[in-house]
Every structure is written in structure tokens, then in C-alpha cells.
């Protein structure tokens, strides 16, 4: 089992940047596919984006791709999301999610795969 806490979020204009990091405790992040997820005010819960175990592949939402970068550390057993040329609709709720389940070399990008969750931090993109 792991316990996930993520870090980072708060208020940034549109076209500013944040890092988000995920620290992960309780077992080695290097067991796991991790993921980042976001949730809007009634909307559902989506992939941002999501890394394989070793680092190796990578996955992206569309509305993010050339803006977001996901990277791991597992020997500190971190998972970081840079958030470049942020817009307001990037405005959510963001997660840390672990997948136990994924091979080696991929990675899901339904929420429903995921055996563990942070408790988000709030990003907040004004116009």
C-alpha cells in the first residue's frame, strides 16, 4: 500500500506556470504506474497525465500536451506535474493516483485503474 500527498497548487494568472509534486510513502513508487488527475466543479475526473513505472512512457491529455510535463523520482519516490501556459480551464481539483496493475511499460488513463488516490491540491487560474 502507499499513501500519496500532493503539494503545490494555489492561484496563478493564465499564462503562468506551477509545479505540482506528489510524494509518495508506505512502498516504492518504482511498483507503480502514477498518474495526475483533475476534477472541475461538476465535471468528472480526467487524466492529465500519466507515467509509466521507469519513466519511460509518458501519456498526455490532448488540452495539455506542450504545456504539462509529468516526471518521477522513484529513488526519492516523487511524481511532478510542470504546468506551463496555464489557461483558466485548466482550473481544478488535481490528483495523484498509483496504479499497481499497469505493465511495466505503460500506462491507463481511467481513473478506475487507480488503487490509490492523494487528496488534491486546488489549482485556480484567473483570466
Known amino acids: 500500500q502507499v499513501q500519496l500527498v500532493e503539494s503545490g497548487g494555489g492561484l496563478v494568472q493564465a499564462g503562468g506556470s506551477l509545479r505540482l509534486s506528489c510524494a509518495a510513502s508506505?512502498?516504492?513508487?518504482?511498483?507503480?504506474?502514477m498518474g495526475w488527475f483533475r476534477q472541475a466543479p461538476g465535471k468528472e475526473r480526467e487524466l492529465v497525465a500519466a507515467?509509466?513505472?521507469?519513466?519511460?512512457?509518458?501519456r498526455y491529455a490532448d488540452s495539455v500536451k506542450g504545456r504539462f510535463t509529468i516526471s518521477r523520482d522513484n529513488a526519492k519516490n516523487t511524481v511532478d506535474l510542470q504546468m506551463n501556459s496555464l489557461k483558466p480551464e485548466d482550473t481544478a481539483v488535481y490528483y495523484c493516483?498509483?496504479?499497481?496493475?499497469?505493465?511495466?511499460?505503460?500506462?491507463?488513463?481511467?481513473?478506475?485503474?487507480?488503487?490509490?488516490w492523494g487528496q488534491g491540491t486546488q489549482v485556480t487560474v484567473s483570466s
Open positions: 508506505g512502498r516504492s513508487t518504482s511498483t507503480y504506474a
Open positions: 493516483a498509483a496504479d499497481r496493475s499497469s505493465p511495466s511499460w505503460g500506462s491507463s488513463p481511467f481513473p478506475r485503474d487507480y488503487d490509490y
Open positions: 507515467i509509466s513505472r521507469s519513466g519511460g512512457n509518458t
